[in-house]
């Protein structure tokens, strides 16, 4: 098993830049999650999902575009890239079988920075 | 509006000796609390949880204490290693499917 697999570790995009992070688990996990960390700001989710087809808006979802079309993928959209996105984004899957109760698989992180 | 806060940034431990990190919470309607550790350039990985309707829960060298009361949980490490040096964070739920995490606390256990 990989886990939760993120690409590409590192991108620099230019302000107005749009692009995807992709985000993979191979675990068969219903639940997947985009967070993003900022210094002194913790781990901030950004957008989740409950199974193929089903999206909601995290914290802080202004500016990111998701969609889940297959169990195992989960990517996130940057439609128009701006200095504040620059963060470390982390991807993260878990079962919901235990109603919530089982814990999150993180992927290793996309650092992104917009200049 | 920060629902959940950890208020020190850092802490030093002498290996062998307890490690005690704190985690403040707001909201009332939160019923399940997790810890996870982060070493740089990783993502984090789970550690413990614990649901409201306990006070304590424990696993190996790691300890979760919950007071609904003070909305306060604490996480005990006995004793410290020095692997055990990385950030912690703290995060709650409130039976919904989204988790709230605190700033995180970075913990250096000194050989």
């Known amino acids: 098993n990989a886990g939760v697999t993120q690409t590409p570790k590192f991108q620099v995009l230019k302000t107005g830049q749009s692009m995807t992070l992709q985000c993979a688990q191979d675990?068969?996990?219903?639940?997947m999650s985009w967070y993003r960390q900022d210094p002194g700001m913790g781990l901030r989710l950004i957008h989740y999902s409950v199974g193929a087809g089903i999206t909601d808006q995290g914290e802080v979802p202004n500016g990111y575009n998701v969609s889940r079309s297959t169990t195992e993928d989960f990517p996130l959209r940057l439609l128009s890239a701006a200095p504040s996105q620059t963060s470390v984004y982390f991807c993260a899957s878990s079962s919901v079988a235990g109603g919530l109760k089982d814990e999150q698989y993180f992927g290793p992180g996309t650092r992104l920075t917009v200049t | 509006d920060q629902q959940v806060k950890q208020n020190s940034p850092s802490l030093s431990v002498q290996e062998g000796r307890i490690s005690i990190l704190n985690c403040d919470y707001t909201n009332s309607m939160f019923d399940y609390f997790l810890w996870y550790k982060k070493y740089p350039a990783e993502g984090p990985t789970f550690l413990i949880s614990?649901?409201?309707?306990?006070d304590k829960n424990e696993d190996g060298r790691f300890t979760v204490f919950l007071n609904k009361s003070a909305k306060h949980l604490s996480l005990h490490i006995v004793p410290s290693q020095p692997g055990d040096s990385a950030v912690y964070f703290c995060?709650?739920?409130?039976?919904?499917?989204?988790?709230?995490f605190g700033t995180g606390t970075r913990l250096k256990v000194l050989a």
């Open positions: 614990i649901s409201s309707i306990k």
């Open positions: 675990m068969n996990h219903e639940y």
């Open positions: 995060a709650a739920s409130s039976g919904t499917y989204k988790y709230i």
